[in-house]
Antibody, heavy 117, light 112 residues
């Protein structure tokens, strides 16, 4: 089955770090660019970051640049998002998504990150 | 950044009746490959978003043919020919031409 499964979310205090994972299965992971998209509670979708097929090129939203790092391990079919210096406004469900070339053909189920003291 | 503006933000439709959602982009979304990098997604209650329409007018696999997408320049439209109960949720438009990819505010569709 073709799927993406996120993990690693949880409750952290402001200033702390968290690493999200997105495990891909059922397709050739290394053939696709991958993205992270987040959704704050009751809010809309916001793009966070993307990475190219071999991990050599990354792009970030202004709101997370310098704090978040996207990476991938093609041998493990896994996408990561290292989140440092977390803020209350980073509270959201984080989705990983597969970029087919102008659209997200596959989304994960999401993992909730809550930043609160 | 490219701004995507959706309308309406909510609508209530009687089953069997048509529905239409609009999205306007602040920039042409025509990619060098000839496709418009514009998509429609539906997020059903409690679920992840799912692709409905890609490249402006192409239905994703498994999407019923009552859904259709069209465009005129930077104005895009999603039409549902006959709304069914399973169509409830929030519809988002998205541009994937350049980063940051940007979404519309979302349109919440409810059944009357």
């Amino acid at each position: 089955e073709v799927q993406l499964v996120e993990s690693g979310g949880g409750l952290v205090q402001p200033g702390e770090s968290l690493r999200l994972s997105c495990a891909a299965s059922g397709y050739i992971f290394s053939s696709y660019w991958m993205h992270w998209v987040r959704q704050a509670p009751g809010e809309g979708l916001v793009w966070v970051s993307r990475i190219n097929k071999d991990g050599s090129t990354t792009t970030y939203a202004d709101s997370v640049r310098g704090r978040f790092t996207i990476s991938r391990d093609n041998a493990k079919n896994t996408l990561y998002l290292q989140m440092n210096s977390l803020r209350a406004e980073d509270t959201a469900v984080y989705y990983c998504a597969r970029d087919v070339g102008g659209y997200y053909g596959l989304w994960g189920q999401g993992t909730l990150v809550t930043v609160s003291s | 950044d490219i701004v995507m503006t959706q309308s309406p933000l909510s609508l209530a439709v009687t089953p069997g009746e048509p529905a239409s959602i609009s999205c306007r982009s602040t920039k042409s979304l025509l990619h060098s490959n000839g496709h418009k990098f514009f998509d429609w997604y539906l997020q059903k209650p409690g679920q992840s978003p799912q692709l409905l329409i890609y490249w402006g007018s192409n239905r994703a696999s498994g999407v019923p043919d009552r859904f259709s997408g069209s465009d005129s320049g930077t104005d895009f439209t999603l039409k549902i020919s006959r709304v069914e109960a399973e169509d409830v949720g929030v519809y988002y438009c998205m541009q994937a031409l350049e980063t940051p990819y940007t979404f519309g505010q979302g349109t919440k569709l409810e059944i009357k």
